[in-house]
């Protein structure tokens, strides 16, 4: 099977050229200006973006979590994500406590096998090194291509993990070519702050964003950054939403230690006014992180743009409000955590920063896709357009206009962050490894079609 895509503008990290792209089987095979090749299916892109297909490296598919399971599961969310012009993801495999590390990849493919539409990975969600896995067992997990360990800071018997297993993980991650990840909030002070809201009888969903200030991220992500270094380990900080995790990293950045962070989207758009939506609408902005306060969404905005931040993922974690948030209706600390995205993200980004000025075409393809792929191992088989990468490509009007509706999205969550924003650029077309997968509005391909991708280690390349 070949596909011709005709006449686009082809966008990548650096380049942004009027040219058509040839692919041949699963793979990219040509790209040039008027090229004389006959193709079983050509896409006209004329007045189109040819756009590397989008990788979001911050995912919970069918997560247990709160009291209760993510709604959307592999194929539900992979579905909203290949609608979204997002082509491959990583979601988090957790070790429950107990369990061994392979066990919890084999628990986590398990979901996605037969399920998937889209290209995934994973990076395993280290809880516990006393009663279930063991360093040793930790290290293995690079050779099934799933080169990057996750620590929680926060939330307290559950998944936080003390500095010691912080410490060790990265010592380890720095002798396996694993990336060592954060999630930076102090959960012990959480955990004071959260108990002190509930015994005085501070119930509402704002009481969320209050008990998570915004030093307790600055301290973390601070801390983690040091303990990175000490142990030798390159350091990806999720979810930064304020200035004091930004100054954090930029600080480590400006020292050229191996430190990167993301921010999400939802951390431009939303804040805490937002928890105060009546009829327990808070709750739909209740995450970890929390919202924050208007101011730190310039600075989000600057650190993208400036490189102190070098991605922007979603967090999809979505509960609905009306059954699974609601268990949370008479108490803040009830509530699941998480929101959805995965749909959302391109459309918002691309309006919100390329339209209105805030980054560039070239800087939005880095972060959406190229700097994802690079810093977990899917380059250059991922996050480019260029002869031999998979044909993870996304066909993009970027002067569609489009209304984001929860009603008129594909995953299974009843409501959106943005319900009602209107936005100019949509995807038309999204190709996975040289298939088409959404065209005119339709899912063109069965569950079963995504495939896990192996990755490579850290700062080495995928062919
Ligand atoms: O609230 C969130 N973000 N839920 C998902 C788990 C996490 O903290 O990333
Ligand atoms: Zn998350």
């Known amino acids: 099977m070949s596909v011709l895509i005709k006449g686009g503008r082809v966008v990548t990290a650096a380049d942004s050229t009027v040219a058509d792209v040839f692919v041949e089987g699963e793979r990219v095979s040509l790209v040039g200006t008027s090229l004389d090749v006959e193709a079983d299916h050509v896409i006209d892109a004329t007045g189109k973006l040819v756009l590397p297909g989008a ?17 959307d599961d592999f194929t539900s969310g992979q579905t909203a994500a290949a609608f979204g012009g997002t082509t491959c993801h990583i979601d988090f495999a957790i070790q429950s406590r107990g369990q061994s590390f392979s066990a919890a990849i084999d628990e986590w493919s398990a979901k996605a096998l037969g399920s998937a539409v889209i290209d995934y990975g994973f990076h395993i969600i280290v809880t516990d090194l006393e009663e279930g896995g063991t360093l040793e067992e930790l290290a293995l997990l690079p050779d099934r291509g799933v080169t990057s360990y996750k620590m ?19 010592q380890l991650a720095s002798r396996t070519g694993a990336l060592a990840m954060i999630h930076g909030e102090n ?110 969404q310039p600075v989000l905005w600057d650190a993208v743009r400036t490189d102190v931040l070098s991605a922007i993922s979603t967090d999809h974690c979505a509960f609905l409000l009306d059954g699974q948030k609601t268990l949370g209706r008479d108490d803040f600390s009830k ?5 959805p995205g995965l749909e959302e993200r391109l459309k918002m980004i691309h309006h919100f920063g390329v339209n209105e000025g805030r980054i560039t075409l070239n800087r939005m393809v880095e972060v959406l896709s190229t700097n994802p792929a690079k810093l977990f191992g899917l380059y250059p088989r991922k996050g480019t357009i260029a002869p031999g ?56 391909v069965e569950p079963g079609f995504g495939q896990f991708v192996k990755r490579a280690r850290f700062g080495e390349q995928l062919l």
């Not at 995912?59 to 209760?68: E, N, Q, S, V, Y």
């Not at 350091?235 to 230690?257: M, N, S």
């Not at 951390?267 to 105060?276: A, E, G, K, P, S």
């Not at 319900?419 to 077309?429: A, F, I, L, N, Q």
Request: one cysteine or more; a negative charge; glycine letters at 8%.
């Open 55 to 71: 990788i979001d490296p911050h995912t919970h598919l069918d997560m247990p979590f709160g009291g209760t399971v993510t709604i």
């Open 335 to 339: 509530i699941p955590n998480g929101a």
């Open 187 to 296: 959960g012990e002070v959480i955990d004071v702050l959260v108990k002190q809201a509930v015994a005085a009888g501070n119930l509402a969903p704002r009481y969320h964003a209050l008990t998570r200030p915004p030093e307790l991220e600055g301290e973390a992500t601070n801390r983690a950054i040091q303990i990175a270094h000490l142990a030798g380990a390159p350091l990806y900080v999720v979810h930064v939403t304020c200035k004091e995790a930004v100054d954090a990293i930029a600080a480590a950045r400006a020292k050229h230690w191996d430190v990167w962070g993301e921010t999400c989207t939802q951390y431009f758009f939303v804040d805490i006014t937002d928890l105060d939506e009546p009829d327990f609408g808070g709750a739909k902005y209740v995450f970890s992180p929390p919202v924050r306060d208007k101011s730190n």
């Open 389 to 444: 990468s998979d044909a993870d490509i996304v066909v993009f009007d970027p002067n569609r206009k489009t209304t984001l509706s929860a009603a008129t999205m594909h995953g299974n969550q009843d409501y959106t962050l943005y319900e009602g924003t209107e936005v100019t650029g949509d995807v038309d077309v999204t190709l996975i490894r040289g298939t088409v997968v959404v065209e005119d509005g339709e899912l063109k």
């Open 152 to 170: 929680l800071m926060a939330y307290k018997g559950v998944f936080l993990v003390d500095d010691e297993t912080l410490f060790e993980v990265m």
